[in-house]
């Protein structure tokens, strides 16, 4: 079975600032990995995803992603903080369609 | 637009009233499922469907139903609801065309059960 963690419930930085949200996973099967973004009121978009091939992964609105076999983790990062970013992000990871998610980390952009 | 609509959007009910919450797809996906959202524990699966007609129990059944009688649509059922299924509830739908499995959310419905 899969499972996902996510490091830290709340992240705070300031406008223009890396952001980085930690996802470390498991699975028994080579897995599909997924961030997504959920905005105030809305249902979840996929920023991005790695299925197979290239582990840096890039996706919408500047994020990216590494997927790193040998620590189980796929790590969200944005260089520079936008206000428009602060969301709810959830990592997720896939295998024959049960898709788990982790528990979400809220993002917050300070000014 | 390729779109997973949801309805209602917002409900209140009492405790025990039955209830349905409709689920519908416009891409012709074979891959249906449940979610419900909760503060500090993310989404966890009520139900899913691979095909018509076949549908499986995911992490939180318990007080749930569904069916699955047309490829597009994905009704969720509390015959008596309760207080503890106060929450935010996600249908997301995929196709198996997809190994990935992509799934694709709806905008949500948030039901209160007082």
């Known amino acids: 079975a899969q499972s996902v963690t996510q490091l830290g419930s709340h992240v705070s930085v300031s406008e223009g600032a890396l952001v980085l949200l930690r996802c470390n996973y498991s699975s028994s099967v080579p897995p599909y990995l997924f961030w997504y973004v959920q905005y105030p009121n809305q249902g979840l978009q996929l920023l991005l995803k790695y299925t197979t091939g290239a582990t840096l992964v890039k996706g919408i609105n500047g994020f990216e992603a590494e997927f790193k076999k040998s620590e189980t983790s796929f790590h969200l990062t944005k260089p520079s903080a936008h206000m428009s970013d602060a969301a709810e992000y959830f990592c997720a990871v896939s295998a024959f369609g049960d898709m788990r998610f982790g528990a979400g980390t809220r993002l917050t952009v300070k000014p | ?114």
């Open chain 2, 1 to 114: 637009e390729a779109q997973v609509t949801q309805n209602p959007r917002y409900l209140i009910t009492v405790t025990g009233k039955k209830l349905t919450v409709t689920c519908s797809q416009n891409m012709n996906h074979e891959y249906m499922s449940w979610y419900r959202q909760d503060p500090g524990l993310g989404l966890r699966q009520i139900y899913y469907s691979m095909n018509v007609e076949v549908t499986d129990k995911g992490d939180v059944p318990e007080g749930y139903k569904v069916s699955r009688k047309e490829k597009r649509n994905f009704p969720l059922i509390l015959e008596s609801p309760s207080p503890n299924q106060t929450s935010l509830y996600f249908c997301a739908s995929s196709s198996s065309g997809t190994v990935s499995y992509e799934q694709y959310f709806g905008p949500g419905t948030r039901l209160t059960v007082t």
